[in-house]
């Protein structure tokens, strides 16, 4: 789970010269892969648009689920070594100077990779949080929604002389199940994340997506088989994987396989998961699932549009990326997204981490600050 020389110094390279790149590791993968782009990212449809291999990343808040950030696939780095946009393939030599550049391996060498001062959001007192959570207890009790996700802002200092790729090396080694991607970008800022859920991938055997609620922080010693789930987890899970199925039937998707939940642990959490598999569609009917699907009510709430508006009154526009969705595009025939989760934006000499929790009918405030608390340990760890 190293990251290698060459992408070391793309990344690096790409950054002092203000250039777009993101660089991941696939769950329980043994490699990273580094993408850069020579231009800026472009709002594009994620499905439905012209084939081209890149990276995507959306925002939690947009009025089409479909469109997202696209960096172009100018440079790919994998562990084979480097990959040249050409048209819309990729091609073993540079076509350009600015490519060459990037990968050169006679080009400058670049001490650190230096974050620009960016936005700075306030942090989310303890007090404030359990104060919006019981609102949203008494707004969920008056009938207005089942379940609304809410999040906080937790400020921490990054580790002095520490550069984020080696951070992102060793979030990478702490939490092998996780999609862990460092990116950045001037339209997106730059985020470090190490996100245990699926929202839609789709490969050669079809579509996956994964229904995940709940969660639990027992001692990293216990069989997670012998974990019990109270009642208003199994129901909120439940409500997740409905708006799932929905989704996929409100755009035309047949013969949808779905396990049983079962639980699974994610670094020192524990969640509810059921895994949902379905033939691939055209274009056009992925980019209205993808529509359908973000945001999932894993992130949002139910129904979503109150929950959605919900989250905007109380928190503002705050989250930004934070639950929005992130991966790569159409790489080997693969697009991958991931939600934008156990994630932290970072700006200058600062990480802000991002965490929340589903409030439900039975949720107590105290609880809830403390689920976030455990959630804050994914990243908070490596700080």
């Not at 696939?26 to 449809?45: E, V």
């Not at 939690?60 to 994998?78: H, I, K, Q, R």
């Not at 990037?102 to 303890?126: F, K, M």
Request: charged residues 20%.
């Amino acid at each position: 789970m190293l990251i290698n020389d060459m992408q070391r110094a793309a990344c690096k390279r790409a950054n002092a010269n203000g250039l777009p790149f993101a660089i991941w590791r696939d769950p329980f993968g043994a490699d990273f892969t580094a993408l850069i782009s020579t231009s800026a990212p472009q709002l594009a449809p994620v499905f439905g648009g012209p084939a081209a291999p890149g990276f995507v990343m959306a925002p939690f808040s947009c009025e089409d689920g479909n469109l997202a950030w696209t960096f172009a696939a100018d440079v790919l780095v994998s562990a084979g070594g480097a990959r040249y946009r050409d048209g819309n393939a990729l091609g073993p030599r540079p076509q350009t100077d600015e490519q060459a550049m990037l990968t050169d391996p006679q080009g400058p060498a670049i001490d650190r990779l230096e974050v620009p001062q960016g936005e700075n959001p306030a942090p989310t007192e303890r007090e404030s949080y359990m104060a919006r959570v019981a609102r949203a207890v008494e707004k969920i009790g008056e009938g207005g929604c089942d379940k609304i996700v809410l999040s906080r802002i937790d400020p921490r200092d990054l580790p002095a002389g520490r550069d984020l790729l080696d951070l992102t090396e060793h979030l990478a080694q702490l939490h092998p199940h996780a999609f862990v991607c460092l990116v950045s970008s001037q339209e997106t800022g730059t985020w470090l994340t190490a996100t245990p859920e699926v929202l839609l991938a789709r490969d050669a055997e079809g579509l996956r997506t994964m229904a995940l609620a709940g969660t639990q922080w027992p001692d990293p010693e216990t069989d997670i088989d012998s974990l019990t789930w109270p009642q208003k987890i199994i129901d909120e899970q439940a409500h997740v994987a409905d708006f799932i199925r929905d989704a996929f039937a409100a755009e035309g998707f047949s013969d949808v396989e779905e396990t049983a939940p079962y639980t699974v642990r994610a670094a020192n959490l524990c969640h509810l998961r059921s895994d949902f598999r379905a033939p691939s569609g055209d274009g056009a009917a992925l980019g209205r699932l993808l529509g359908q699907l973000h945001p999932t009510s894993a992130v949002c709430g139910m129904p979503k549009a109150p929950a959605m508006e919900f989250i905007l009154q109380e928190e503002g526009a705050t989250r930004r990326f934070y639950t929005g969705y992130l991966g790569p595009r159409d790489l080997g025939g693969a697009t991958s997204l991931y939600v934008n989760l156990r994630s932290a934006s970072v700006s200058g000499g600062k990480i802000f981490l991002h965490v929340g929790g589903g409030i439900v009918a039975a949720s107590d405030p105290a609880t809830e600050w403390e689920e976030t608390v455990e959630k804050s340990k994914t990243i908070g760890a490596i700080l």
